[in-house]
């Protein structure tokens, strides 16, 4: 009975626990930030400052981060999912009131030391706090729509919330981790068909709630030639980048689209143009493939963990780290509507880069203690 | 457990959907890259460089305009202006107040340059002061170490060197106008550009124009200037060459502005070229370059002399006596009456019950058409019009040049009138009338030309062929080597009157000048090389009725200068062998009120004076004009 008590498994010192970590996958997610500082430095007309400079910075405290959060007991992480998630929603209203008081769309929590999104903290919260959900519910009741009420109401309400902020993109990664997560957790197919029936319902009331400028993005996308100097012109100007870099690129710090400042948020969201103009379709696909390289990673940990809530954990950060990385790509490239979603790791942003980096701690985390097996309520199965 | 074991077998399948499905989204990706990147790179290599290359258009240099030995009459004066880049700049208003320690700023200049600033991008340049002269652009430049982001800007603004004296040859240029947008040559959309809009800067615009210079410059999203990438400047203009002397113009337009209002033409008959072409008042032609006031406006719009009137090509008058040459020729060409002919002037002429009076109270007595010409009478020109018709004589005075546009090379030329039966019945519906003829005997009635048509006219007298007038010089510059013109043009053709018929006429016009009792003889030249020949006019402006004549008739200063009549005369010279040909017109007889040879004939006795002394035959060219020199005054 081996496989009920492995004392080797549930007590390792923290010196094993770091020869544990997944060091190649510390590389690779090392070497994408690298690639995110050097577009940075080029974004910056070939200086450090003002964003490299500081992206380095983040990356080594996010790094420090991510192996704290890698030596936390699996264990102690579903423990805390709730809690986390209630505190990220505290937090969530709290940027809610002081926009209601405020002026305009307010994203931020000002700590002081930092300057914090909460939004973007929900989409690891949302992954931890469902798989902790699913793990403590056994086939038959996953069966039964009316246990899939509170799961569907804790992806939901927060995504109405970030909606209003407004903050389409966020909204959107929220419900589409979510239902990832229902998915995977073996919600049956028909529900989701249910759902997307209700969902197109909603449309036009929730096409009534948008505000002006997401409804122009949106029309713009669909028709991005009709105004190529208003609401087309992110996107008309970034297909511009990327597809002017060719096959391979017009060389490093020499592309005109960005150096010329005809890029509006070339160093967030649309960074992606300059990786495209600088480095032709060789750059872009060479990213792609290490972003390939990390989600393969991820599939790897999750199926190498013997309890259901590693699993679900890591599939669920691995699918929301490729729904950042898409969602971000298409739209830079014009494949989807331009929201304002970050690209991991390269982007530059501090809260982004804590986010991505706390969802590979809780990777490597489930890797550390891939032999832990864990009940239903998160104690360990002896 | 089995129930957990199964539910992990649904999570490792769904996760192997999930994971097919990104493998397809990332493929979707690397496809779409593939579109932009190679399928479609051509066309966004292009929108990229679109975005960052700019071509600028640079405004070529004018072509100058020269009188026939170079003097510039329009040249390119070099303006200078002050401009500040705001963000180069700091505080903007300590570079106010030292700029204006340097150079006058008004206080609405000051406003005009803060608010500017705000409305444009910190690197913008921000225009302190137009058009400077050296010295003030001088006391800028020294004191640029105190005036960051401050810098001279240098232009090229037209200028008149002679102003008023060659407005109404020259013309004048001015910003593009609404229409004038509508045209193939890019340039007419660059603000600095300026365009002919009369006398010779339209007519040769597109000469004088030049080809466009192009920068090409790397701009960013936001405008600003990165690099220039290219430069090809461009190609200035032709250089016109005018027929006009300068001097000569120089003496027409003083006599003619003495006059108040008043035309003087001098023509060299043996080429047509335009050797001066006086309308007084002229205007300030650069004043149009930078945009007139609207009080400037006005006040030539009010002018009672309408300086903005080319009254020499373009001012029509009744010819008066002056087209009683013609009206002579019309006769003995057509044979009705011979050299020797003979009426008698009894100072009046009855046709049924309508008297024609001879402006010689008492009359010539009898007399053949040599006198009738040279003292003038009406009676002999009642009795020959009569003879001769107005259709004889509307057809020689079109073969001479009257009624019909000499087509001379600057805008604006009016055609003036010379009445014929069909005419008349055709724009009035009645029928001519034989009074009319005899009125247009004497160059009164329907009868209108212009001093142009009357010089060419006198041109044709004086040469027996169709001269042509021109401004515009064959030849270029003439230098001290130039071929000088011996005969008359082989470009003329003979007019078709016997050589007979036109020494009469000729020998009339002496008469008129050179001898007692002529209309002109106090204006005639007493050098014997240079004798001039001509014939004085006086047009009425309003009839004199019956009964004003009966109280007798009122003349001069007497009456208001609107009503006075017009004094005229057309002459050419040397007689032995007839070269320059002069047509002056002093609008209701000038200052004093005077008739043809009292008041006309003097300003053609100095025209044809100095014409002839400044034959190219008997002088050498004068020294080049320097240009340079000229410009900076």
Same mark, same amino acid.
């Given at each position: 009975?081996?496989?009920?008590?492995?004392?080797?498994?549930?007590?390792?010192?923290?010196?094993?626990?770091?020869?544990?970590?997944?060091?190649?996958?510390?590389?690779?997610?090392?070497?994408?930030?690298?690639? $995110?500082?050097?577009?940075?430095?080029?974004?910056?007309?070939?200086?450090?400052?003002?964003?490299?400079?500081?992206?380095?910075?983040?990356?080594?405290?996010?790094?420090?981060?991510?192996?704290?959060?890698?030596?936390?007991?699996?264990?102690?992480?579903?423990?805390?999912?709730?809690?986390?998630?209630?505190?990220?929603?505290?937090?969530?209203?709290?940027?809610?009131?002081?926009?209601?008081?405020?002026?305009?769309?307010?994203?931020?929590?000002?700590?002081?030391?930092?300057?914090?999104?909460?939004?973007?903290?929900?989409?690891?919260?949302?992954?931890?706090?469902?798989?902790?959900?699913?793990?403590?519910?056994?086939?038959?009741?996953?069966?039964?729509?009316?246990?899939?009420?509170?799961?569907?109401?804790?992806?939901?309400?927060?995504?109405?919330?970030?909606?209003?902020?407004?903050?389409?993109?966020?909204?959107?990664?929220?419900?589409?981790?979510?239902?990832?997560?229902?998915?995977?957790?073996?919600?049956?197919?028909?529900?989701?068909?249910?759902?997307?029936?209700?969902?197109?319902?909603?449309?036009?009331?929730?096409?009534?709630?948008?505000?002006?400028?997401?409804?122009?993005?949106?029309?713009?996308?669909?028709?991005?030639?009709?105004?190529?100097?208003?609401?087309?012109?992110?996107?008309?100007?970034?297909?511009?980048?990327?597809?002017?870099?060719?096959?391979?690129?017009? !060389?490093?710090?020499? $592309?005109?689209?960005?150096?010329?400042?005809?890029?509006?948020?070339?160093?967030?969201?649309?960074?992606?143009?300059?990786?495209?103009?600088?480095?032709?379709?060789?750059? !872009?696909?060479?990213?792609?493939?290490?972003?390939?390289?990390?989600?393969?990673?991820?599939?790897?940990?999750?199926?190498?963990?013997?309890?259901?809530?590693?699993?679900?954990?890591?599939? !669920?950060?691995?699918?929301?780290?490729?729904?950042?990385?898409?969602?971000?790509?298409?739209?830079?490239?014009?494949?989807?509507?331009?929201?304002?979603?970050?690209?991991?790791?390269?982007?530059?942003?501090?809260?982004?880069?804590?986010?991505?980096?706390?969802?590979?701690?809780?990777?490597?985390?489930?890797?550390?203690?891939?032999?832990?097996?864990?009940?239903?309520?998160?104690?360990?199965?002896? | 457990?089995?129930?957990?074991?199964?539910?992990?077998?649904?999570?490792?399948?769904?996760?192997?959907?999930?994971?097919?499905?990104?493998?397809?989204?990332?493929?979707?990706?690397?496809?779409?890259?593939?579109?932009?990147?190679?399928?479609?790179?051509?066309?966004?290599?292009?929108?990229?460089?679109?975005?960052?290359?700019?071509?600028?258009?640079?405004?070529?240099?004018?072509?100058?305009?020269?009188?026939?030995?170079?003097?510039?009459?329009?040249?390119?004066?070099?303006?200078?202006?002050?401009?500040?880049?705001?963000?180069?700049?700091?505080?903007?208003?300590?570079?106010?107040?030292?700029?204006?320690?340097?150079?006058?700023?008004?206080?609405?200049?000051?406003?005009?340059?803060?608010?500017?600033?705000?409305?444009?991008?910190?690197?913008?340049?921000?225009?302190?002061?137009?058009?400077?002269?050296?010295?003030?652009?001088?006391?800028?430049?020294?004191?640029?170490?105190?005036?960051?982001?401050?810098?001279?800007?240098?232009?090229?603004?037209?200028?008149?060197?002679?102003?008023?004296?060659?407005?109404?040859?020259?013309?004048?240029?001015?910003?593009?106008?609404?229409?004038?947008?509508?045209?193939?040559?890019?340039?007419?959309?660059?603000?600095?550009?300026?365009?002919?809009?009369?006398?010779?800067?339209?007519?040769?615009?597109?000469?004088?124009?030049?080809?466009?210079?192009?920068?090409?410059?790397?701009?960013?999203?936001?405008?600003?200037?990165?690099?220039?990438?290219?430069?090809?400047?461009?190609?200035?203009?032709?250089?016109?060459?005018?027929?006009?002397?300068?001097?000569?113009?120089?003496?027409?337009?003083?006599?003619?502005?003495?006059?108040?209002?008043?035309?003087?033409?001098?023509?060299?008959?043996?080429?047509?070229?335009?050797?001066?072409?006086?309308?007084?008042?002229?205007?300030?032609?650069?004043?149009?370059?930078?945009?007139?006031?609207?009080?400037?406006?006005?006040?030539?719009?009010?002018?009672?002399?309408?300086?903005?009137?080319?009254?020499?090509?373009?001012?029509?008058?009744?010819?008066?006596?002056?087209?009683?040459?013609?009206?002579?020729?019309?006769?003995?060409?057509?044979?009705?009456?011979?050299?020797?002919?003979?009426?008698?002037?009894?100072?009046?002429?009855?046709?049924?019950?309508?008297?024609?009076?001879?402006?010689?109270?008492?009359?010539?007595?009898?007399?053949?058409?040599?006198?009738?010409?040279?003292?003038?009478?009406?009676?002999?020109?009642?009795?020959?019009?009569?003879?001769?018709?107005?259709?004889?004589?509307?057809? &020689?005075?079109?073969?001479?040049?009257?009624?019909?546009?000499?087509?001379?090379?600057?805008?604006?030329?009016?055609?003036?009138?010379? %009445?014929?039966?069909?005419?008349?019945?055709?724009?009035?519906?009645?029928?001519?009338?034989?009074?009319?003829?005899?009125?247009?005997?004497?160059?009164?009635?329907?009868?209108?030309?212009? %001093?142009?048509?009357?010089?060419?006219?006198?041109?044709?007298?004086?040469?027996?062929?169709?001269?042509?007038?021109?401004?515009?010089?064959?030849?270029?510059?003439?230098?001290?080597?130039? %071929?000088?013109?011996?005969?008359?043009?082989?470009?003329?053709?003979?007019?078709?009157?016997?050589?007979?018929?036109?020494?009469?006429?000729?020998?009339? &016009?002496?008469?008129?000048?050179?001898?007692?009792?002529?209309?002109?003889?106090?204006?005639?030249?007493?050098?014997?090389?240079?004798?001039?020949?001509?014939?004085?006019?006086?047009?009425?402006?309003?009839?004199?009725?019956?009964?004003?004549?009966?109280?007798?008739?009122?003349?001069?200063?007497?009456?208001?200068?609107?009503?006075?009549?017009?004094?005229?005369?057309?002459?050419?010279?040397?007689?032995?062998?007839?070269?320059?040909?002069?047509?002056?017109?002093?609008?209701?007889?000038?200052?004093?009120?005077?008739?043809?040879?009292?008041?006309?004939? %003097?300003?053609?006795?100095?025209?044809?004076?100095?014409?002839?002394?400044?034959?190219?035959?008997?002088?050498?060219?004068?020294?080049?004009?320097?240009?340079?020199?000229?410009?900076?005054?």
């Amino acid at each position: 009975m081996r496989w009920l008590y492995d004392p080797s498994q549930t007590q390792q010192t923290l010196s094993v626990k770091l020869l544990n970590v997944n060091w190649p996958l510390v590389a690779l997610v090392t070497t994408i930030a690298g690639v $995110g500082f050097a577009m940075l430095y080029s974004a910056g007309n070939g200086s450090w400052h003002p964003w490299a400079e500081r992206q380095v910075v983040r990356y080594l405290v996010a790094a420090l981060v991510m192996l704290v959060v890698a030596m936390v007991d699996i264990r102690v992480w579903l423990r805390a999912a709730y809690g986390f998630y209630a505190v990220t929603m505290i937090l969530l209203i709290a940027v809610e009131v002081r926009g209601a008081i405020g002026m305009g769309a307010q994203r931020w929590i000002d700590l002081g030391i930092i300057q914090i999104q909460p939004s973007e903290f929900m989409k690891i919260a949302l992954v931890m706090v469902l798989a902790r959900y699913f793990n403590g519910m056994p086939v038959e009741e996953i069966r039964n729509p009316v246990k899939l009420i509170v799961p569907a109401l804790l992806i939901l309400v927060p995504a109405a919330m970030v909606l209003k902020q407004p903050d389409l993109g966020t909204a959107i990664m929220l419900v589409l981790g979510g239902a990832a997560m229902f998915f995977l957790a073996g919600v049956r197919l028909w529900k989701f068909a249910v759902m997307f029936a209700v969902a197109g319902a909603v449309v036009p009331f929730a096409w009534h709630h948008l505000r002006e400028y997401q409804k122009n993005r949106i029309l713009t996308f669909l028709n991005p030639e009709n105004d190529p100097l208003g609401a087309g012109y992110h996107s008309l100007q970034a297909k511009i980048a990327v597809g002017s870099g060719g096959v391979f690129g017009k !060389g490093y710090l020499s $592309g005109t689209q960005a150096h010329l400042s005809f890029l509006p948020e070339r160093q967030t969201d649309f960074i992606f143009t300059i990786l495209g103009e600088e480095f032709g379709l060789v750059g !872009g696909l060479v990213l792609l493939a290490l972003y390939a390289v990390v989600f393969a990673y991820g599939y790897a940990i999750a199926f190498r963990s013997r309890s259901h809530f590693g699993r679900l954990l890591a599939f !669920g950060i691995t699918t929301n780290l490729f729904l950042y990385v898409f969602i971000n790509v298409a739209m830079v490239i014009g494949l989807l509507p331009v929201v304002g979603v970050p690209l991991p790791l390269v982007s530059y942003g501090g809260t982004s880069m804590l986010t991505v980096m706390f969802g590979f701690g809780l990777l490597m985390s489930v890797y550390v203690h891939r032999d832990v097996r864990i009940g239903r309520y998160g104690e360990a199965e002896i | 457990m089995k129930k957990s074991n199964g539910r992990g077998k649904t999570l490792t399948r769904r996760a192997m959907v999930l994971a097919g499905g990104k493998v397809a989204l990332l493929a979707a990706l690397a496809g779409r890259l593939y579109y932009l990147q190679v399928v479609q790179a051509p066309k966004f290599s292009m929108l990229a460089d679109e975005n960052r290359i700019n071509i600028r258009l640079l405004v070529p240099p004018r072509g100058l305009i020269v009188d026939r030995f170079g003097v510039p009459l329009a040249i390119n004066r070099p303006t200078y202006q002050a401009v500040v880049i705001p963000e180069q700049a700091g505080n903007i208003n300590e570079t106010l107040d030292v700029v204006g320690a340097l150079v006058p700023l008004t206080e609405a200049d000051r406003h005009r340059v803060l608010r500017d600033i705000r409305n444009h991008h910190s690197f913008v340049p921000i225009v302190l002061r137009e058009d400077m002269d050296w010295n003030e652009m001088a006391r800028i430049d020294v004191n640029a170490v105190d005036l960051p982001g401050v810098s001279i800007e240098q232009g090229l603004i037209r200028h008149y060197v002679f102003g008023d004296e060659t407005s109404h040859v020259v013309g004048y240029v001015a910003p593009v106008s609404e229409q004038e947008l509508n045209s193939d040559d890019p340039l007419v959309e660059l603000p600095d550009f300026r365009v002919g809009k009369s006398g010779v800067e339209k007519q040769y615009d597109l000469e004088l124009r030049g080809t466009a210079g192009t920068s090409e410059v790397e701009v960013n999203a936001f405008g600003r200037v990165v690099r220039e990438l290219a430069h090809e400047d461009g190609i200035a203009g032709d250089q016109i060459v005018l027929g006009l002397d300068m001097d000569l113009q120089d003496i027409a337009m003083r006599r003619c502005a003495a006059q108040g209002s008043a035309s003087a033409i001098v023509i060299d008959s043996w080429t047509g070229e335009v050797l001066a072409l006086a309308s007084a008042p002229g205007f300030d032609p650069s004043a149009f370059a930078s945009g007139l006031s609207p009080a400037q406006w006005k006040a030539l719009v009010d002018n009672p002399y309408n300086p903005l009137e080319n009254k020499a090509i373009a001012g029509t008058y009744s010819p008066g006596s002056t087209f009683k040459p013609l009206v002579a020729t019309a006769a003995l060409e057509a044979g009705v009456i011979t050299p020797d002919t003979e009426f008698f002037c009894p100072g009046e002429y009855h046709l049924g019950n309508t008297v024609f009076h001879c402006w010689k109270k008492g009359g010539h007595g009898t007399l053949s058409v040599r006198r009738a010409i040279k003292e003038s009478c009406d009676v002999f020109f009642y009795h020959t019009a009569d003879l001769v018709g107005i259709d004889r004589i509307a057809q &020689m005075a079109n073969r001479l040049g009257l009624g019909v546009k000499t087509d001379i090379d600057i805008p604006g030329e009016k055609t003036g009138l010379i %009445p014929t039966r069909a005419w008349k019945l055709a724009t009035t519906g009645v029928a001519w009338q034989r009074g009319e003829t005899l009125s247009c005997g004497i160059g009164q009635s329907f009868v209108s030309v212009t %001093p142009l048509q009357l010089a060419t006219y006198v041109a044709r007298i004086a040469t027996g062929h169709t001269v042509k007038p021109v401004l515009a010089r064959d030849g270029g510059v003439m230098t001290a080597s130039s %071929p000088i013109a011996t005969a008359i043009s082989h470009a003329f053709a003979p007019l078709g009157v016997q050589q007979k018929t036109l020494d009469v006429i000729r020998d009339a &016009m002496y008469g008129v000048v050179n001898e007692v009792h002529g209309t002109a003889y106090g204006a005639r030249i007493q050098d014997p090389t240079m004798i001039m020949a001509g014939k004085t006019g006086t047009a009425q402006v309003h009839h004199i009725a019956r009964e004003i004549r009966d109280r007798g008739v009122v003349t001069g200063t007497k009456v208001p200068w609107k009503d006075r009549d017009h004094a005229l005369f057309i002459a050419f010279a040397p007689v032995a062998a007839p070269r320059y040909v002069c047509s002056v017109v002093v609008e209701h007889g000038g200052a004093t009120g005077g008739e043809g040879g009292a008041v006309a004939a %003097p300003i053609a006795h100095d025209l044809l004076l100095e014409a002839q002394k400044r034959d190219p035959a008997r002088r050498v060219p004068p020294v080049p004009f320097d240009a340079a020199k000229l410009a900076q005054g």
